[in-house]
């Protein structure tokens, strides 16, 4: 019943800057922690950014410094801002959020967006 919607990618050129939403609905008051993840063709996925439910957040080296990831915690809604994009960050981007069982400490759920694209032109 978890639902996630994504929004916000799209074309930009080498330099720009996009801004990535991703909105849970169904059970925001027991998510432990959201992540960004990208594809590119040819590759596994991998984590880009990640946030718990402490506030701490991970990076991949690649990002490090350029993009930044929060959330609204009332609102169970995750957010990427990417700046000074390059080629190399075309890919598609999924929003993941991490929620535990009503009924066991011990017992979590991972929910998937759809993807969005992001294209990074030179």
């Known amino acids: 019943q978890v639902q996630l919607v994504e929004s916000g990618g799209g074309l930009v050129q080498a330099g720009g800057s996009l801004r990535l939403s991703c909105a849970a609905s169904g059970s925001t008051d027991r998510i432990n922690a959201f992540g960004w993840y990208r594809q590119a063709p040819g590759k596994q996925r991998e984590l880009v950014a990640s946030?718990?439910?402490?506030?701490?957040?991970t990076y991949a080296d690649s990002v490090k410094g350029r993009f930044t990831i929060s959330r609204d915690i009332a609102e169970g809604t995750v957010f990427l801002q990417m700046n000074s994009l390059k080629p190399e960050d075309t890919a598609i981007y999924y929003c993941?959020?991490?929620?535990?069982?009503?009924?066991?400490?011990?017992?979590?759920?991972?929910?998937w967006g759809q993807g969005t694209q992001v294209t990074v032109s030179s």
């Open positions: 993941n959020v991490n929620i535990r069982s009503p009924y066991s400490w011990w017992s979590s759920a991972n929910y």
């Open positions: 946030i718990s439910s402490s506030g701490s957040t």
